[in-house]
Each structure stands twice: as C-alpha cells, then as structure tokens.
C-alpha cells in the first residue's frame, strides 16, 4: 500500500516521458503512451539537450567534495563538542544548533555578496565550499551518534598514548560509519537536488551545469516542454536509486561486522 | 609503547633539567595543551563556515529589518516600523496558522517513516525493493513535483481515476487545490510523500546502530514485535526521534517550497515564508520581509524551548 | 539497448556534422572588416531557455562581422530573482536582459552602461525611451508584446459566434454560446499558472483607455479602481466569467501549457494573453490560421485599441568599455536589426516601420491602435513602483487578481465590489502616504 501510494504520483511523469510533443498535447496525462518502452527519442533529447554528461560529471563532483567537506567539518566539530570540557563549550553547540533554525529568506543577498567578495561565482570548488557550510544539519546526527559511543574507549587509547587526533581518526571515525553513511545519503541526494544556489552560483551553464539545473533547459518564461522534462526527471533519479541500495547495503555490513559493538 | 615509556619519564624528571627540545616535546604531550590545540584545529574550519554562510548573511538580514529598502536602489533607515507593522497584519496570522497544517503532515510523516523503518529493519520479504521505492520521491526534485502534483490533483485525473475504482464517483469528491476546505491538506500531503523517505532512512540508520543481541534475547526470552518495539527500538530511537520532532517543527513552521511549487501561496494557502518571499521579491518590501523573518526564528526558538522543556518533564524519569 | 547505442551515435555523427559545418563556414566568410582582429568572449545572461540552436545561428552570422568574437550565452531560470542578486555586485558579466517594468529607469545608470543619446534612437527603434534615463539609453528592448485575446476562431465558428467580440457584450454572449455548445471551454482563465493573470491588467491601460499617460495619471487619480474605471470594467469581466463558470472547471491546477494545447486541439475558445503566445499555439495547431490574436472585446467610438509593451531589453554591463563595448553594441544592433528574433517570436519588431508577423495581421486588419505607454516625467520616475510597493496592489503581477478569481470561484467570501473598494483604500492610503494629501491637485499629466 505504502509503494503504491509512494509510486503512484509518479505515473504521469513516466507516462508523459514516452510521449511525442504532439502525442503529449493531444492525450490525457493518464492517457498509456503508445510506445511505452519503445520511445526513447526525449530520453536522447533530454540527455543530449541538457548536456547530461557533463551535468552527472559536475553533480558527481560536487557531491564527493561536500560530502567530504561536510562529513570532515561535521564529525570534528561534534568530536569537539562531544569530548571535550572546556569554556564556551555550550555556547559552540549551540551556535551550531541554532543555525539550523533560522528561516533565511532575505539572507541569500548577504550570501551573494560574501561569495562574490571571495571570487567564489562561478566556481565549483565555491559552490562546494558553500553547501559544506550550510545546510548543516550532519552535525545533529553526528553529535548523537558519537554519545552512543562508550567514552571508556577513548580513555583506553590516551592511556595508551593516543593523541587526540589519532583517536579521532583511527578510532572514532571508523565507528561513526553508520552514521555517516546516513549523512552521506541524506546530504548527497540534497545537493544533488539543490537548485537555487546552483542556479545562482554557477552561472555559464556550458561549463558548469548540474544535474539539478540541466532538467531547467526544457522549462521557459512562456511554457515548459514537459516531454523532456520527465525523461529527464527519470534519468536523474535512477542512478541515485542504485547508489541509495549500495549504500543501504554497505550499513548492513558495517554492523553486521559488530563495528559498533563494544 | 616505547615511546609511551619515554614520555612517561619525561614527566617524572624536574624542568630545569630538560634540554629545549624536551621542554618542546613535553609541553606538546601534555594533554591539556594538546586538548587546546586539537580543539581549535578541529572548530576552526567548521566555525569559519557556519561565521561566512550563516551567521554574516543573517547579521545583514537583521540589518535589513531597520530599513526600507529593496534589493536594488536606495535605502531608508525606519527604525522599528517593520516589526511595528509585522505585528498589524493579518495575512502573517493566517499563514502561522498554515504551518499547522504541515505540523499535523509532519507528525503523519514521522509516524510512517517508524513503522516502515521498523517493519523494514526486520527480517521482511522483498526489503530492498520497499526501502527504495518508499525512498524515491525524496529523490525529485521540486520542478518535477509541481508537475506531478498538478496533475494528481487535477479534477478527474490520478487521485480522482484511483479514488473512482473505489466507488467514489466524481461528484463526491472535492477539487483538491481549488477548496480552500481541502487545498492546504493536499499540499501538506505532497510534504509527507517527499520527505517520509528521509525520515526513514534516519530511523533505520538508527535502528541498526541498536546491537542485534538484544533483539536475539527478546526473542528467545519469547517477546513479541510489539514488546520488541515498545522496550528496545523506542527506547533507544528516543533521541533520533525528538530531534527529527524539533526539526519538523521547525521545518512546518518555515514551510515553502510544498505551496509555492504548487500553488505559489494563493488560495490561502500562504506560508509565513511563501509570504515573505512574495514581499521581498514581488513587492519589494525586503525590509519588512527580513523582520518577518527575524520575529519567526523568535517564535522557532521559542516553540523549540518548549518543546525541550516537555520533553525534559516528560522523560525525567528515564 | 542496441536501438539506443545506434540512435545515440546517429545523433553524435549528426552532431558532429554540425560542427563540422559551423567551423568550416565561418573560415571561408572571413570578412575584411576591422572586426577580425578582434578576438574576445563576451557573456551575456539571458531569461531564454533551450534556444541553443538559435543562439548558434546568431553566433555564426555574427561571426561575418567579427569572426574571432565568441558570445557566451548564459540562460538563468527563475531569471528575474537571480538578476537582482547578481547586479547588486559589479562582476556580473558583459551583457544581460532588463526585464520590463523591473527597474525605475533612474537606477538604470547604477548597473548599465549608456548606449547612445535617446535622440538618436527614438526616431529609429520602438520602446526607446522604456529603458531611458536622463537623455541616454540603457536597454534596448530585444521585441514588443502586444495585449489582447488569443482566440480560436473555429471552436468560435461551430458554436455559432461568426466575427470577434469587439465589446463586453459581445464577448459574454459568445462565451455562453461557446458553453451551451458543451465541447470546449469558453475561456480558459489560467489562474494556477500565476503570472498569467497579470496579463489582463495590461488592457486596462491601453486597451480600454487610448491613453498613453494612463498608467502616469494614475498615480494622482482619485479611486482609479471605482466602478466604471477601466481597471474595474476589466478585471470584472474575468470575475464574471469565473463566477458563470465560462472558466476551466479546476483553475487551481491550469497551467499555460495546458491551455496551449487546449486552445490548439479546438478544445478552448480563448484566453487572455500576450500576442507572444500565438505563434506557440499555432505551432501546435493543424490548422494555424485558426488561432488568431486580437484586441480586448472593448471598443471606444467604434475604434479598438491594444497595449503594446516593450519586451526584455538588451544591455551591457557598465564596467564594460573599450573595444568590448564597441563588439557589445554592434551585437545588440545586430540582434535588433538583422537577427529576425522578433519575427522568429512573432513579436512586434522594434526597427521603425518593420512590417508585422503574421501573428499581429489581425490587428492591423482590423485597424486597432497599438498604445505604448508613455515615460513618466522626470520627478515621477519611480513613483509609480513606489505606490505599487506601498499599496501591496501588486499591479503587473498576479497576487491580487488571484484574489478577484478565488472570490468568484466561491472560495472566499469577498464580493468583486469589496475587493475593488479595498485597491482603492490601499491606494489612497499610499498616495497620501507617498506623494501627499493634495495628492489629486498634482497631477502633472
């Protein structure tokens, strides 16, 4: 019932992605196309059209940088926040905290003038660097997970001489795996959707287009080419599929090996 | 080890018979210097980002709540008159009001997302297929879910064809967008189909950090699913549970792009952001669109204070 | 599979083909102009999707000027909120699109550099003055939009209506005649398309009016929006046809590209919209000569009149100078004056006494009069936006028409008189506010 409910919206798109423009005009959006499966003219067309190779090779890009950024920044700073005693330790927690609260509509003006202070227009490597400062939300996962963690193994290792930095990386790090994988699916597949900063940030689309912003290609002031549009929207979203089952997989195996198990 | 060894009778010895470079070595290997250090090694990234992308922009937002102003062109401190008028209109009522809908959505959302990543993290035929397919709307983007939506809910198309092959014919049914009785509702339900899947996925990441050993005992000791979920998934699930509460609320409360793909707000449909967005970009009242915002994350904080403190009366005893 | 991978390289050959052909003839049309000497790259933001192929045509006939020249086109969806963020810092690019009626023509100077003395091209280009400041020129619109109705004359024909509704009268009598015959929709109101509905606004200017200045009077009027103004005439007749249900039966979910293709398939009698939108349904069209754009059914002393606009504007960044700014302006005349975009779009061409696409003929047949509206004078520039932000009216746009339809659909409890009493408060509160009580005494029009 739950995948029904969950597959159903997505018939129309399925439907409308086999469809001729003018097959797509004349017929109801329920209407079963006559060549389901065997149309695969908008397929090529959107592919080709929204410069899909490049977008997947710029998209895949960005998603292993800021997930790398993000997970790196997001552990530390619970690390720090999570381990430590010292002043202002609260404060730092809830600095971090709060920045997932505020509601910024108005602040995307102050946004552009940072970026473009810092040449960060334009780039990928300044699109990377902003979607590992916002959309911070690993670090609640990453502070909860690490109080799952017993305390007594970092104890054991500075008894054994560890340096903090040894602790954190070769021990914690290893065992925070199911947490970040959980954060790798949920940032990879938002800023693989993320549109309005790419759109914003990365501006000469011949070079910099995105998975996100390549599907806009077929929408315009006056009328959208929806024929396009959803061979597109199922292109994007199969690969994404795929990864998503590895990656569930991948957490069955981190604990199935007792990764976390004292 | 050996170098444990040293470091050990480094600490023993008296500082004035260390050469330089011990007193070098010492100093670093004592812990509560290395803390300092490693402390600061590891905020110093993390709080530069959160300082550029966060906190300045939002420091200009406030800013922009004193003055009259628009994107572009000239600018008029007026003191405190937008928080003045955000407190004299009554379409802000209205859209706080809306978040309701998508607080009653979230809590749907949230209840699903348990029972599914529960059903899912047991032993169920056909696992992976369910776990994709209740994932998936998470992956489309917003472009292609106002078209989907538009056509969901279009009078006599999907929802109405589905509901048809139940017996409910055509005029029973209301036109799902265009009742105000029905419209938020139906919006509110396109942010459970899009956001049920991530919930899950937190849940079940959580739910596999919990060691499989209890769920063998309780097995063995004869319990049921029911006492397993009750005594050892919830329990343990507590904390991933009240934070995704808190972000939900603060998600309902900020919601936009569920109307404004759909319905760009109208119809009453308007969300507090959806409202300032319009103001800001369509009536150029970016002032008193960026006041709006601030008295929101008042009322955010606020609502997420209190909802800490029920919490902290309510589990006291755990 | 094996189907993809052969289409999949027929289309790299063809693609390549292309290119192929591209490079070769710009070689062998090498001009001996000084413009070959010249070798940049020029970007230029532009609100136009999925027009690469046009843009290459105009790169390669550009290229007869100015062969070493390469133009970057940069499309940018949601266009006009981008474009505020990226000109309020200098390094946007070279050249871009001013949307219309976006900037008051005095913030022009901040982000635009000057394209010449307004003398030399009001004689020559329509719209000259649209994007003025000052006696310079900042933008040059790229074509015209008239305003009117989009109808299909033969869903018209079978229901028994024979010549357009040139009145009020007229036009509820052929949408009830397009009702009782049951097979299409009388008019399609496109309220879920949002921005749409603005378009109906454009005919109370001009339209109803014949007045250039009715746009600038209205910012001293006394209750512009009473009973038997033209805003008031207008917008009551979209509440009306909502209200009888000559509508879409679910507003809430149409959008343009069903209407086109309603409107298209003899499925939908008419709809309310810029004269862009007829070479779109004609294309989709079997007969094409069945879509035909004309003037809002409203005559003056048996004459019609439509508003004309100007489209977006070229422009070019105002760090731009030397020898780049020479290449951005020759571009910008090449796109006005050789490039056909106003034909390929069926526009109103901007160079003066142009012929008129086909898509326009109608007007001209008929003889209505196209209405531009005037440059407000030099003390009221931005007065008008000012109101309009005051006000919350948000004239041009959608927000408070949406409001006219939800009325009529039933949905709120509002009648069409209150909402027309309640712009009228808000406007006043905002002329007294803004200009001053004796608002009424100072008018300059």
């Not at chain 2, 260390?18 to 070098?24: E, G, P, W």
């Not at chain 2, 939900?248 to 952001?273: D, I, Q, R, W």
């Not at chain 3, 409107?263 to 779109?280: K, P």
Request: glycine share 6%.
């Amino acid at each position: 019932m739950g995948t029904f409910l969950a597959l159903l919206p997505l018939v129309t798109v399925l439907f409308a992605s086999f469809k001729t423009a003018q097959e797509y005009a004349t017929t109801s959006p329920l209407a079963i196309p006559s060549h389901l499966f065997t149309y695969w003219e908008n397929y090529i067309i959107a592919w080709r059209k929204a410069r899909m190779t490049l977008a997947f090779r710029n998209s895949f890009f960005i998603i292993v940088f800021t997930l790398l950024g993000s997970i790196l920044t997001g552990t530390m700073i619970a690390y720090v926040i999570q381990r430590f005693d010292f002043r202002g330790r609260l404060l730092l927690r809830n600095v971090f905290l709060l920045a997932n609260l505020i509601p910024g509509v108005t602040m995307q003006v102050g946004t552009y003038k940072i970026m473009s202070n810092l040449h960060m227009v334009n780039s990928i490597p300044g699109l990377i660097i902003l979607y590992t400062g916002t959309d911070i939300i690993a670090i609640y996962i990453f502070l909860q997970y690490f109080d799952s963690i017993p305390r007594s193994l970092d104890d054991a290792a500075i008894i054994d001489g560890c340096s903090y930095i040894k602790i954190f990386f070769k021990i914690l790090l290893p065992l925070m795996k199911p947490a970040i994988v959980t954060v790798m699916i949920l940032k990879g597949v938002s800023s693989y959707k993320e549109f309005y900063m790419a759109n914003l940030y990365l501006q000469t689309r011949t070079k910099y287009v995105t998975i996100s912003t390549s599907l806009y290609t077929f929408t315009g002031e006056y009328g959208n080419q929806y024929n396009y549009i959803c061979a597109g929207v199922i292109i994007t979203i199969l690969p994404a599929l795929v990864l998503f089952l590895f990656l569930q997989k991948y957490i069955y195996n981190g604990i199935a090996n007792g990764a976390v198990k004292e | 080890m050996e170098n444990n060894k040293e470091s050990i009778s480094l600490f023993l010895l008296p500082p004035e018979s260390l050469t330089r470079s011990q007193k070098i070595r010492k100093f670093f290997q004592e812990k509560k210097t290395q803390k300092h250090v490693t402390i600061i090694l590891f905020s110093v990234v993390p709080l530069l980002l959160l300082i550029l992308f966060t906190y300045l922009p939002f420091g200009e937002m406030v800013k922009f709540s004193f003055y009259k102003m628009k994107y572009l062109g000239k600018r008029t401190f007026i003191g405190w008159q937008n928080y003045q008028e955000v407190f004299h209109r009554s379409d802000i009522l209205k859209a706080l009001f809306n978040s309701l809908y998508y607080m009653g959505a979230g809590v749907i959302q949230l209840s699903m997302a348990l029972f599914f990543a529960c059903i899912l993290s047991f032993k169920t035929p056909l696992k992976n297929f369910f776990k994709a397919t209740l994932f998936f709307p998470y992956l489309v983007c917003a472009l292609a879910v106002g078209y989907i939506f538009g056509f969901f809910y279009s009078r006599g198309l999907v929802l109405d064809s589905v509901l048809g092959l139940f017996g409910l014919s055509k005029g029973t049914l209301p036109y799902w967008l265009k009742d105000r009785s029905i419209n938020n509702w139906s919006i509110a339900a396109t942010s459970i189909w899009r956001y049920q899947g991530q919930s899950m996925v937190l849940f079940i990441g959580a739910i596999q950090a919990i060691s499989p050993e209890f769920f063998e005992a309780s097995s063995i000791d004869g319990a049921t699913r029911w006492q397993q979920f009750q005594y050892i998934i919830l329990p343990s699930l507590k904390p991933i549970v009240i934070l995704n509460f808190m972000l939900m609320v603060k998600g309902s409360l900020s919601a936009f792009e569920g109307p404004y793909v759909l319905t760009y707000g109208m119809n009453g449909t308007a969300t507090t952001v959806v409202l300032m967005h319009q103001l800001a970009h369509e009536a150029g009242k970016v002032g008193l669109a960026s006041a709006m915002a601030v008295i929101l994350l008042i009322i955010i904080l606020a609502v997420t204070a209190l909802q800490n403190l029920i919490y902290s009366k309510f589990f006291k005893g755990e | 599979m094996k189907k993809i991978l052969v289409l999949c390289s027929v289309f790299l050959a063809a693609s390549m083909a292309l290119f192929a052909n591209g490079t070769k003839e710009t070689k062998s049309t090498l001009s001996p102009s000084a413009g070959k000497d010249i070798s940049m790259e020029i970007s230029f933001i532009t609100h136009k999707q999925g027009m690469e192929d046009l843009f290459a045509r105009y790169q390669k006939e550009f290229n007869e000027q100015y062969p070493n020249v390469k133009i970057i086109y940069e499309p940018t969806p949601d266009y006009k909120s981008n474009i505020v963020l990226r000109w309020s810092n200098d390094n946007w690019g070279d050249m871009c699109m001013i949307p219309h009626v976006f900037l008051p023509q005095d913030e022009l100077p901040d982000h635009f550099a000057s394209l010449g003395p307004l003398s030399e091209y009001e004689n020559v280009y329509e719209f000259a003055s649209a994007f003025a400041y000052d006696g310079q020129v900042y933008g040059i619109s790229s074509t015209g939009t008239a305003y009117g109705m989009l109808y299909n004359v033969k869903v018209l024909k079978d229901a028994g209506v024979d010549s357009l509704p040139e009145n009020p009268k007229e036009f509820y009598e052929a949408m009830r005649k397009v009702k009782a015959k049951g097979e299409a929709i009388p008019l399609y109101c496109d309220y879920g398309a949002g921005s749409r509905l603005a378009d109906w606004e454009w005919n109370a200017r001009g339209s109803l009016t014949g007045d250039s200045d009715y746009k600038n009077k209205l910012c001293y009027m006394v209750e512009p929006f009473a009973k038997g103004k033209p805003y008031y005439e207008v917008l009551q007749i979209l509440y009306n046809c909502v209200k009888e249900g000559l509508c879409e039966d679910d507003p809430a979910t149409s959008k343009w590209d069903s209407c086109k293709n309603l409107l298209a398939n003899y499925q939908c009698a008419c709809t309310c919209i810029g004269s862009w939108a007829c070479v779109d349904a004609q294309k989709l069209c079997k007969n094409p000569d069945d879509i035909v754009f004309a003037a809002f059914p409203w005559n003056t002393d048996g004459r019609q009149y439509a508003t004309i606009a100007a489209d977006y504007a070229y422009a070019i960044n105002k760090t731009v100078t030397g020898a780049k700014y020479q290449v951005c302006k020759d571009y910008i005349t090449y796109l006005t004056e050789k490039s056909n975009f106003s034909y390929d779009t069926g526009g109103i061409p901007i160079v003066k006494g142009q012929t008129y696409p086909k898509t326009l003929k109608s007007l001209q047949d008929n003889n209505v009069k196209l209405i531009i509206d005037n440059p407000p004078k030099q003390q009221d520039i931005g007065l008008f936006d000012e109101l309009n932000s005051e006000s919350e009216l948000y004239l041009g746009k959608y927000q408070q028409k949406a409001r006219i339809v939800e009325a009529a659909m039933g949905q709120s409890k509002e009648t069409f008189d209150e909402i027309m009493d309640d712009w009228n408060k808000r406007w006043t509160a905002a002329q007294i506010k803004i200009i001053g009580s004796d608002y009424a005494t100072r008018n300059p029009y």
